[in-house]
C-alpha cells in the first residue's frame, strides 16, 4: 500500500506541469523558408494564410525582390505550402487584407489587397537611393486564388492620383479595412526628405471609402478621403468589427521608445478628440489584434506576447517551455471552436543570425491564458 501510495504522489508531481501546460500557449509549428517576413493574413474563410515577405539588404528594401507567400490551412490545423511566390516583383510590401465588399467594375469580395512601397532602398551596389520620387508606392488587388494582379494605382509623391491634401503616401507600413469597405492606411512619414521634391515627415492615418478605391483604381483622385495627423509612428492598424472600432499600435521614438495603444469608432474617425487610449508607456510595440474573448492581444518588439491591464500595465502571456519571438511582425489570428484560437507570428530576422530562421510560428492559445 506504501509503495502505490508513494507511487501516486510521484506520478501526480510529475503530472502536474503537464496539466498546467494547457493553460500557456502552445508552439504547433514552424513554418520555414520567408524572405523578411513582416505581415501574415488569414483568408476570410480560414482556408489560407497569406505571408508578407520584405526583402531587405543592409541599409533599405530590395527593389522588386519582396512576395507574398501562401498556405493552404485545413483542420488540426495543418498547414501546406500552396505557393512560396505566391505574388513576387515587389518593393516593399508592408501588409495585406481582404475586401470585404465588391468595388464596382474594378474587384470582387475577398480579393486581396496589398499595401507597399518606400524611399528606403538599397541600389544594387548596397547604398541608399538617392531619389525614390518614380518607385511605385500604393496599393495593389490580387486574385487569392491565382496571384494575378487585378489593378493598381501609385500614390506617391509622383503619382497623378493625388490623395486629399498635400499628403502622398512616403512610407506606408499597415492597412485594415472595415466592414464597409473602407480601406485604412498607417503612413510613418519616414523618408521623405528623399524625393525630388522633400516632404516633412508626419506620421498620418487615411481613411479611404470604397468609392475612393473605386476612385483611384480607375485612375480618378478620391474625393472621399480622411486624414488623421498623429504625433507618434504607427506600427499596426486593426479594424474589429465586434467594436466597430479601429485599433492601432502607435511608439513614441522621443527619448525611449514607448509605445501605446488607442482606438477610435467607425463613426469617429473624423473627429480626433474621440481617439480613446486603451494603453500608453508600454514597452515598444509591433502589432495586435482582439481575442475572440475581446482581450487585446500584443506583440512587443522585443519578442513578447502581452495583455494590457488598465492603460499603464500589462500582463505577459508565458510559454512553456519559456520563449520569445524574434523580431516579430503583423500576427494573423484564427478563431477556433471553443474560445481557442491560431495566431500565426511572422519571424522577420530569424533565430539563427541575420538571413537565417525567418520563419512563421504558429501558436495555439488557449481560451483562458
Given amino acids: 500500500m506504501k509503495i502505490l501510495i508513494r507511487f501516486f504522489i510521484l506520478f ?10 494547457g493553460a500557456r500557449p502552445v508552439v504547433l509549428e514552424d513554418l520555414p523558408g520567408f524572405d523578411r517576413p513582416v505581415s501574415a493574413a488569414f483568408s476570410p474563410d480560414g482556408k489560407s494564410l497569406f505571408v508578407v515577405n520584405r526583402s531587405r539588404g543592409e541599409v533599405g528594401a530590395r527593389r522588386d525582390a519582396g512576395s507574398i507567400t501562401k498556405f493552404s490551412v485545413s483542420e488540426g490545423p495543418v498547414f501546406k505550402l500552396a505557393s512560396k511566390r505566391f505574388v513576387v516583383g515587389l518593393t516593399a510590401p508592408s501588409d495585406i487584407d481582404f475586401l470585404p465588399v465588391d468595388l464596382a467594375g474594378v474587384a470582387p469580395a475577398g480579393s486581396l489587397i496589398l499595401v507597399s512601397g518606400t524611399p528606403l532602398i538599397e541600389t544594387e551596389d548596397g547604398r541608399m537611393i538617392k531619389d525614390a520620387s518614380a518607385d511605385f508606392i500604393g496599393l495593389s488587388l490580387y486574385d487569392p486564388t491565382t496571384g494575378k494582379l487585378i489593378k493598381k494605382v501609385d500614390l ?3 503619382s497623378d492620383v493625388k490623395l486629399k491634401g498635400e499628403n502622398p503616401l512616403v512610407s506606408p507600413n499597415s492597412i485594415t479595412i472595415d466592414k464597409s469597405g473602407s480601406v485604412y492606411i498607417g ?9 525630388k521634391k522633400r516632404i516633412k515627415a508626419q506620421p498620418v492615418i487615411y481613411r479611404i471609402s470604397s468609392i475612393g478605391l473605386i476612385d483611384m483604381f480607375t485612375g480618378k483622385s478620391p474625393m472621399d478621403v480622411e486624414v488623421m495627423k498623429i504625433s507618434s509612428i504607427p506600427g499596426d492598424i ?11 499600435v502607435a511608439n513614441h521614438i522621443q ?3 514607448k509605445g501605446a495603444v488607442f482606438k477610435v469608432a467607425r463613426s469617429d474617425f ?7 487610449t486603451v494603453v500608453r508607456e508600454l514597452t515598444a510595440l509591433s502589432s495586435m489584434r482582439l481575442t475572440p ?3 487585446v492581444l500584443l506583440a512587443t518588439n522585443k519578442g513578447e506576447l502581452i495583455v494590457p491591464r488598465g492603460r499603464k500595465a500589462s500582463r505577459l502571456i508565458r510559454f512553456k517551455p519559456e520563449m520569445t519571438f524574434s523580431t516579430p511582425g503583423k500576427f494573423a489570428m484564427l478563431p477556433e471552436p471553443g474560445g481557442a484560437f491560431i495566431i ?3 519571424e522577420e530576422t530569424g533565430s539563427a543570425g541575420a538571413g537565417k530562421g525567418q520563419r512563421v510560428r504558429i501558436v495555439r492559445v488557449p481560451s483562458k491564458f
Fill in 12 to 21: 501526480a508531481a510529475v503530472s502536474a506541469p503537464f496539466i498546467a501546460y
Fill in 238 to 248: 486593426s479594424y474589429q468589427s465586434a467594436d466597430d472600432s479601429v485599433f492601432f
Fill in 270 to 276: 473624423h473627429n480626433v478628440m474621440k481617439i480613446q
Fill in 187 to 195: 503612413d510613418t512619414g519616414i523618408g521623405g526628405n528623399l524625393f
Fill in 255 to 257: 527619448g525611449a521608445t
Fill in 156 to 158: 506617391g509623391p509622383a
Fill in 344 to 346: 500565426a507570428v511572422p
Fill in 293 to 295: 474573448g475581446g482581450k
